[in-house]
T-cell receptor, first 116, second 113 residues
Framework: GAVVSQHPSWVICKSGTSVKIECRSL??????MFWYRQFPKQSLMLMAT?????????EQGVEKDKFLINHASLTLSTLTVTSAHPEDSSFYIC????????????FGPGTRLTVL | EDQVTQSPEALRLQEGESSSLNCSYT??????LFWYRQDPGKGPEFLFT???AGEEKEKERLKATLTKKESFLHITAPKPEDSATYLC??????????????FGTGTRLQVTL
Protein backbone atom coordinates (compact mmCIF):
# COMPACT_ATOMS: atom_id res chain seq x y z
CA GLY A 1 0.00 0.00 0.00
CA ALA A 2 0.80 3.71 0.03
CA VAL A 3 2.02 3.95 -3.55
CA VAL A 4 2.60 7.29 -5.21
CA SER A 5 3.23 7.63 -8.93
CA GLN A 6 4.53 10.49 -11.04
CA HIS A 7 4.23 11.17 -14.73
CA PRO A 8 6.29 11.69 -16.73
CA SER A 9 9.42 10.15 -15.24
CA TRP A 10 11.55 12.43 -17.38
CA VAL A 11 10.92 15.31 -19.75
CA ILE A 12 13.05 17.50 -22.00
CA CYS A 13 11.64 20.80 -23.16
CA LYS A 14 12.73 23.99 -24.87
CA SER A 15 13.28 27.19 -22.94
CA GLY A 16 10.08 29.22 -22.69
CA THR A 17 7.67 26.32 -22.82
CA SER A 18 5.50 25.00 -19.98
CA VAL A 19 5.67 21.52 -18.52
CA LYS A 20 3.07 19.71 -16.41
CA ILE A 21 3.99 16.98 -13.95
CA GLU A 22 1.35 14.73 -12.39
CA CYS A 23 1.45 13.13 -8.98
CA ARG A 24 -1.07 10.42 -8.09
CA SER A 25 -1.74 8.44 -4.94
CA LEU A 26 -2.72 5.02 -6.26
CA UNK A 27 -4.16 3.20 -3.27
CA UNK A 28 -5.08 5.87 -0.77
CA UNK A 29 -6.65 9.28 -0.61
CA UNK A 30 -4.09 12.00 -0.14
CA UNK A 31 -5.44 14.91 1.86
CA UNK A 32 -2.14 16.71 1.44
CA MET A 33 0.52 16.53 -1.24
CA PHE A 34 3.97 18.08 -1.21
CA TRP A 35 6.28 19.11 -4.04
CA TYR A 36 10.03 19.00 -3.63
CA ARG A 37 12.97 19.89 -5.83
CA GLN A 38 16.33 18.17 -5.62
CA PHE A 39 19.54 19.30 -7.31
CA PRO A 40 22.39 16.82 -7.84
CA LYS A 41 23.99 15.72 -4.59
CA GLN A 42 21.79 18.10 -2.64
CA SER A 43 18.93 17.64 -0.27
CA LEU A 44 15.24 17.72 -1.04
CA MET A 45 13.89 21.25 -0.78
CA LEU A 46 10.19 21.69 -0.15
CA MET A 47 8.60 23.94 -2.75
CA ALA A 48 4.96 23.91 -1.76
CA THR A 49 2.22 22.12 0.11
CA UNK A 50 -1.16 21.52 -1.44
CA UNK A 51 -4.40 20.49 0.19
CA UNK A 52 -7.22 19.10 -1.89
CA UNK A 53 -9.59 21.81 -3.00
CA UNK A 54 -7.57 24.76 -1.70
CA UNK A 55 -4.72 26.94 -2.84
CA UNK A 56 -1.19 25.70 -2.40
CA UNK A 57 1.11 27.14 0.25
CA UNK A 58 4.49 28.03 -1.19
CA GLU A 59 7.80 28.10 0.66
CA GLN A 60 9.73 31.32 0.86
CA GLY A 61 11.57 32.06 -2.36
CA VAL A 62 9.41 29.85 -4.58
CA GLU A 63 7.59 31.79 -7.29
CA LYS A 64 3.93 30.82 -7.23
CA ASP A 65 3.33 32.22 -10.71
CA LYS A 66 6.10 30.10 -12.13
CA PHE A 67 5.31 26.86 -10.33
CA LEU A 68 1.56 26.38 -10.56
CA ILE A 69 0.13 23.70 -8.32
CA ASN A 70 -3.33 22.22 -8.58
CA HIS A 71 -4.78 19.62 -6.21
CA ALA A 72 -8.16 19.00 -7.76
CA SER A 73 -8.88 15.61 -6.23
CA LEU A 74 -7.81 13.42 -3.33
CA THR A 75 -5.62 11.35 -5.64
CA LEU A 76 -4.12 13.87 -8.05
CA SER A 77 -1.92 16.93 -7.79
CA THR A 78 -0.18 18.64 -10.69
CA LEU A 79 2.84 20.91 -10.88
CA THR A 80 3.17 23.12 -13.94
CA VAL A 81 6.49 24.80 -14.58
CA THR A 82 5.61 27.83 -16.69
CA SER A 83 8.01 29.49 -19.11
CA ALA A 84 10.73 27.05 -18.14
CA HIS A 85 14.37 28.08 -18.26
CA PRO A 86 17.56 26.01 -18.00
CA GLU A 87 17.91 26.91 -14.32
CA ASP A 88 14.61 25.11 -13.69
CA SER A 89 16.24 21.85 -14.72
CA SER A 90 16.07 19.60 -11.68
CA PHE A 91 14.58 16.47 -10.17
CA TYR A 92 11.03 17.13 -8.98
CA ILE A 93 9.56 14.78 -6.41
CA CYS A 94 6.09 14.73 -4.93
CA UNK A 95 4.92 13.12 -1.73
CA UNK A 96 1.51 12.43 -0.31
CA UNK A 97 0.06 12.14 3.14
CA UNK A 98 -3.07 10.23 3.96
CA UNK A 99 -5.52 11.10 6.66
CA UNK A 100 -4.71 7.92 8.56
CA UNK A 101 -1.16 8.73 9.61
CA UNK A 102 -0.63 12.43 9.87
CA UNK A 103 3.13 12.22 10.12
CA UNK A 104 4.14 9.89 7.31
CA UNK A 105 4.77 11.03 3.76
CA UNK A 106 5.07 8.61 0.85
CA PHE A 107 7.20 9.73 -2.05
CA GLY A 108 6.78 9.36 -5.77
CA PRO A 109 9.62 8.17 -8.03
CA GLY A 110 10.44 11.69 -9.21
CA THR A 111 10.47 13.50 -12.54
CA ARG A 112 13.70 14.61 -14.19
CA LEU A 113 13.17 17.92 -16.00
CA THR A 114 15.76 19.15 -18.47
CA VAL A 115 15.23 22.55 -20.08
CA LEU A 116 17.33 23.23 -23.16
CA GLU B 1 14.50 27.28 11.73
CA ASP B 2 14.83 23.51 11.75
CA GLN B 3 18.22 22.18 10.69
CA VAL B 4 19.54 18.72 9.87
CA THR B 5 23.20 17.79 9.38
CA GLN B 6 24.23 14.35 8.24
CA SER B 7 27.67 12.78 8.41
CA PRO B 8 29.66 11.43 6.84
CA GLU B 9 28.80 12.78 3.41
CA ALA B 10 29.97 9.53 1.84
CA LEU B 11 30.89 6.15 3.26
CA ARG B 12 32.45 3.16 1.62
CA LEU B 13 32.21 -0.18 3.40
CA GLN B 14 33.17 -3.69 2.56
CA GLU B 15 30.46 -6.29 2.70
CA GLY B 16 29.97 -7.34 6.31
CA GLU B 17 31.68 -4.24 7.74
CA SER B 18 29.21 -2.66 10.17
CA SER B 19 29.03 1.10 10.67
CA SER B 20 26.78 3.98 11.70
CA LEU B 21 25.45 7.07 9.97
CA ASN B 22 24.82 10.21 11.99
CA CYS B 23 22.02 12.74 11.81
CA SER B 24 22.29 15.80 14.05
CA TYR B 25 19.29 18.06 14.29
CA THR B 26 17.99 21.24 15.83
CA UNK B 27 14.27 21.78 16.04
CA UNK B 28 12.08 23.83 18.35
CA UNK B 29 9.96 20.81 19.14
CA UNK B 30 10.27 17.40 17.54
CA UNK B 31 7.17 15.84 16.06
CA UNK B 32 9.15 13.09 14.37
CA LEU B 33 12.50 12.12 12.84
CA PHE B 34 12.45 10.15 9.63
CA TRP B 35 14.95 7.99 7.81
CA TYR B 36 14.62 7.38 4.08
CA ARG B 37 16.64 5.45 1.55
CA GLN B 38 17.07 6.97 -1.92
CA ASP B 39 18.44 5.13 -4.92
CA PRO B 40 19.86 7.14 -7.86
CA GLY B 41 17.12 8.70 -9.96
CA LYS B 42 14.37 7.51 -7.61
CA GLY B 43 12.22 9.03 -4.91
CA PRO B 44 12.93 8.42 -1.22
CA GLU B 45 11.76 5.14 0.27
CA PHE B 46 10.49 5.30 3.85
CA LEU B 47 12.49 3.36 6.43
CA PHE B 48 11.70 4.55 9.97
CA THR B 49 9.97 7.16 12.06
CA UNK B 50 11.24 7.95 15.56
CA UNK B 51 9.26 10.16 17.90
CA UNK B 52 11.06 10.40 21.24
CA ALA B 53 14.53 10.12 22.72
CA GLY B 54 15.46 6.56 23.56
CA GLU B 55 13.31 5.08 20.86
CA GLU B 56 14.82 2.41 18.61
CA LYS B 57 13.50 0.70 15.48
CA GLU B 58 14.90 -2.15 13.44
CA LYS B 59 14.39 -3.47 9.95
CA GLU B 60 16.59 -6.26 8.64
CA ARG B 61 20.19 -4.99 8.82
CA LEU B 62 19.19 -1.45 9.81
CA LYS B 63 18.60 -0.06 13.27
CA ALA B 64 17.70 3.56 14.00
CA THR B 65 18.14 5.22 17.37
CA LEU B 66 17.24 8.68 18.66
CA THR B 67 18.55 11.08 21.29
CA LYS B 68 17.52 14.65 21.97
CA LYS B 69 20.14 15.97 19.57
CA GLU B 70 20.89 13.23 17.07
CA SER B 71 19.90 10.00 15.46
CA PHE B 72 22.02 7.11 14.30
CA LEU B 73 21.34 4.62 11.57
CA HIS B 74 23.32 1.50 12.36
CA ILE B 75 24.01 -0.88 9.49
CA THR B 76 25.00 -4.37 10.57
CA ALA B 77 26.85 -6.66 8.16
CA PRO B 78 25.87 -4.61 5.09
CA LYS B 79 25.44 -6.12 1.65
CA PRO B 80 26.03 -4.49 -1.75
CA GLU B 81 22.26 -4.03 -2.15
CA ASP B 82 22.34 -1.65 0.83
CA SER B 83 24.24 0.84 -1.32
CA ALA B 84 22.13 4.01 -1.56
CA THR B 85 21.84 7.51 -0.17
CA TYR B 86 20.31 7.57 3.29
CA LEU B 87 18.35 10.70 4.11
CA CYS B 88 17.35 11.98 7.52
CA UNK B 89 14.49 14.45 7.98
CA UNK B 90 12.79 16.13 10.91
CA UNK B 91 9.29 17.36 11.37
CA UNK B 92 8.89 20.14 13.89
CA UNK B 93 5.93 20.82 16.12
CA UNK B 94 5.89 24.51 15.45
CA UNK B 95 6.60 24.85 11.75
CA UNK B 96 4.17 26.88 9.70
CA UNK B 97 3.26 23.85 7.62
CA UNK B 98 2.39 21.14 10.09
CA UNK B 99 3.80 18.26 8.08
CA UNK B 100 6.81 20.02 6.64
CA UNK B 101 9.93 17.86 6.52
CA UNK B 102 13.39 19.38 6.70
CA PHE B 103 15.94 17.10 5.08
CA GLY B 104 19.65 16.66 5.52
CA THR B 105 21.90 16.30 2.50
CA GLY B 106 22.23 12.58 3.02
CA THR B 107 25.00 10.00 3.37
CA ARG B 108 25.97 8.18 0.19
CA LEU B 109 26.74 4.61 1.18
CA GLN B 110 28.62 2.24 -1.07
CA VAL B 111 29.06 -1.38 -0.03
CA THR B 112 31.61 -3.38 -1.98
CA LEU B 113 32.29 -7.10 -2.17
Amino acid sequence: GAVVSQHPSWVICKSGTSVKIECRSLDFQATTMFWYRQFPKQSLMLMATSNEGSKATYEQGVEKDKFLINHASLTLSTLTVTSAHPEDSSFYICSARSGRNYNEQFFGPGTRLTVL
Amino acid sequence: EDQVTQSPEALRLQEGESSSLNCSYTVSGLRGLFWYRQDPGKGPEFLFTLYSAGEEKEKERLKATLTKKESFLHITAPKPEDSATYLCAVQGLYTGTASKLTFGTGTRLQVTL
